[in-house]
């Protein structure tokens, strides 16, 4: 086996946290697919999409590895957002708690000494450089426009969301 029972472990519990996030995205793009924001609930699907894409690589590294997948509960989601900033605020917390639970990932791997295991991880750290910056851009713009969403959906319309090392084949 390539993979240590920590790591297996920890990874195994980051598929469920991704398969989380995704549910969690399905949730934002209802709340504004509810306000017929179609661009800024295209964007959150979008956003599904990409965790689940990201908890798929975390699958396939541990069977690739010889481990074994063990896919946790996944909590509920949240589903309560008071306005566009509280959502993509909660997206952006979201993807600052993923991008400490990516590096405590990394700190396992770095620990034992599995290049392997930091290798793979390199890809999820410059994912979550773009995430962030991705998020914190938009609710920049969400913080800008106030009331006036059009404004968001017309930038989203001008900007697409980066495709980052998604469009790179390694999806």
């Given at each position: 086996?390539?993979?240590s029972?920590q790591?297996?472990t ?9 398969f989380?996030a995704?549910?969690q995205?399905?949730?934002i ?12 609930a ?10 689940r ?43 600052l708690?993923?991008?400490?639970q990516i ?15 930091q290798?793979?991880?390199r890809?999820f ?7 962030i ?18 404004f ?7 900007h ?5 090392a998604?469009?790179?084949?390694e999806?």
């Open positions: 086996m390539l993979i029972k790591l297996e920890a990874i195994n519990q980051q598929i469920g946290n991704e989380g995704s549910l995205y399905v949730g793009a209802s709340y504004f697919d509810n306000q017929d924001l179609e661009g800024l295209a964007f959150f699907n979008r956003q599904a999409d990409e965790e894409m990201h908890a798929l690589k975390f699958v396939t590294y541990i069977l690739d590895t010889g481990g074994q997948v063990r896919i946790p509960a996944i909590p509920a989601t949240r589903y309560d957002f008071q306005s566009a900033q509280d959502a993509v605020q909660a997206a952006l917390d979201w993807e708690e993923v991008t400490r590096n405590g990932l990394m700190d396992i791997a770095v620990e034992q000494r599995d290049y392997m295991g290798d793979f991880l890809w750290i410059t994912e979550q450089r773009e995430e910056s991705t998020m914190s851009t938009l609710l920049n713009i969400v913080n800008r426009a106030k009331d006036n969403l059009l968001v959906e017309e930038y989203l319309a001008r697409p969301a980066p495709q980052g998604e469009a790179g084949g999806g």
